[in-house]
Nanobody
Framework: QVQLVESGGGLVQAGGSLRLSCAAS????????LGWFRQAPGKERDFVAA????????YYADSVKGRFTISRDNAKNTVYLQMNSLKPEDTAVYYC???????????????WGQGTQVTVSS
């Protein structure tokens, strides 16, 4: 089992920045592939970004490329999502996910956090 706890969400104006954190426990963090997803009201959960176990492979959704950056600190068992130039359409609940296979992937994660709300005002 992997336990994931997100933090760092909040209310921000358009054009602003937020950094989300996700702390993991329960398995060797450095072996996990990790991802961020988001779900807006009335919509499906969508892929945002992913990073592999070593941090040298990352993927992004087209909608966030150039604005969001995923990173990880294996010493702190934490994955981050730096979000810059935020837009109202980025408003959603953001979820962290983990994959014991260690790869960066767009889907197929086994473990999920409870989510953190991000609201971007216009």
């Amino acid at each position: 089992q992997v336990q994931l706890v997100e933090s760092g969400g909040g209310l921000v104006q358009a054009g602003g920045s937020l950094r989300l954190s996700c702390a993991a426990s329960g398995r060797t963090f450095s072996r996990l592939g990790l991802g961020w997803f988001r779900q807006a009201p009335g919509k499906e959960r969508d892929f945002v970004a992913a990073i592999n176990w070593s941090g040298d492979v990352t993927y992004y959704a087209d909608s966030v490329k150039g604005r969001f950056t995923i990173s990880r600190d294996n010493a702190k068992n934490t994955v981050y999502l730096q979000m810059n130039s935020l837009k109202p359409e980025d408003t959603a609940v953001y979820y962290c996910a983990a994959d014991p296979r260690g790869s960066a992937r767009y889907r197929g994660y086994d473990f999920w956090g409870q989510g953190t709300q991000v609201t971007v005002s216009s």
